[in-house]
C-alpha cells in the first residue's frame, strides 16, 4: 500500500466575519502555517453572523465578502477561500463547521486558528466540546492585548475540562481592523498597504466597492 496516500493533511482554518480581509488575517494565517507545518489554510468566511446582529454598521452581505477574500487569497499559494460557512443556512457555529470539515476530509487534521483573546470566551461557545474535539486550536498571541498571565490560566481551564489541545502562535504587532479600513474609507483616506492589492482595488472601485459612500 502506498504510505504516501494515508499521509494526514494538515489543514488549518481562520474564520470571520473578513468585511473587509486584511494584511493582519493574512499574516496570521501564514504564521499558523509556518509554524506549525500545516499543508494548507482555509480562509472561511462566515455565514449570518448572529453575534453582530446589533452592530450599527450592518455586516456586508456574505457573497461580497467571500469575494473580497478570493482576491485576498490570490497572493498566497497555500491560503484558499472557503464558502463552507456563506453556503450554509442558518446562524453560524463553529462546532458544526468544524464537523463537517472533520467529515469531508476525515484524513486531515484540523487546526481552528482564533486570537489569543478568544480563547477566555471558547467555554461560552455553542457545544464547545465538539469544537475541541475535531480540532487543535491555534491562538495568535499580541504581547500588547493579552495577559500572559490570564491567557495560561485560561488555556489550563480548557484543557482541564474538555481535553483541549491549545497551541500559541508568534504573530507581529500589526495595527490593522476591518473597522479602521471602513473608518478611513468613509473619511475618504489612503488604505494603501493594510491590505492585499487585489482587495484595495476591488474596494475604491465604485463599481464594486460595498463602503464607497457614493454608492
Known amino acids: 500500500m502506498n504510505t504516501e496516500q494515508n499521509k494526514v493533511r494538515k489543514t488549518g482554518i481562520i474564520g470571520g466575519t473578513f468585511d473587509p480581509p486584511h494584511n493582519a488575517h493574512l499574516a496570521i494565517a501564514e504564521a499558523a502555517r509556518i509554524q506549525y507545518g500545516l499543508d494548507r489554510v482555509l480562509m472561511m468566511p462566515s455565514g449570518h453572523s448572529y453575534f453582530k446582529d446589533h452592530q450599527k454598521r450592518q455586516v456586508t452581505p456574505a457573497p461580497i465578502r467571500l469575494k473580497m477574500t478570493e482576491l485576498a487569497c490570490l497572493e498566497y499559494p497555500y491560503i484558499t477561500a472557503s464558502d463552507l460557512e456563506v453556503k450554509r443556512e442558518g446562524n453560524t457555529y463553529t462546532c458544526e463547521t468544524l464537523q463537517q470539515l472533520a467529515a469531508l476530509y476525515p484524513d486531515d487534521a484540523l487546526y481552528f486558528i482564533v486570537g489569543a483573546d478568544t480563547i477566555a470566551a471558547m467555554d461560552t461557545w455553542y457545544r464547545p466540546q465538539q469544537v475541541f474535539d475535531n480540532a487543535v486550536i491555534l491562538a ?48 475618504g483616506e489612503s488604505i494603501e498597504g493594510m491590505l492585499p492589492e487585489a482587495v484595495r482595488a476591488y474596494i475604491c472601485d465604485p463599481a464594486t466597492s460595498p463602503y464607497l459612500i457614493s454608492r
Open 140 to 187: 495568535a498571541v499580541r504581547e500588547d492585548q493579552v495577559n500572559p498571565d490570564m491567557l495560561r490560566k485560561d488555556i489550563r481551564m480548557l484543557e482541564e475540562k474538555y481535553g483541549a489541545r491549545i497551541g500559541l502562535i508568534s504573530i507581529p504587532t500589526m495595527d490593522i481592523s476591518s473597522t479602521a479600513i471602513k473608518d478611513r474609507i468613509e473619511r
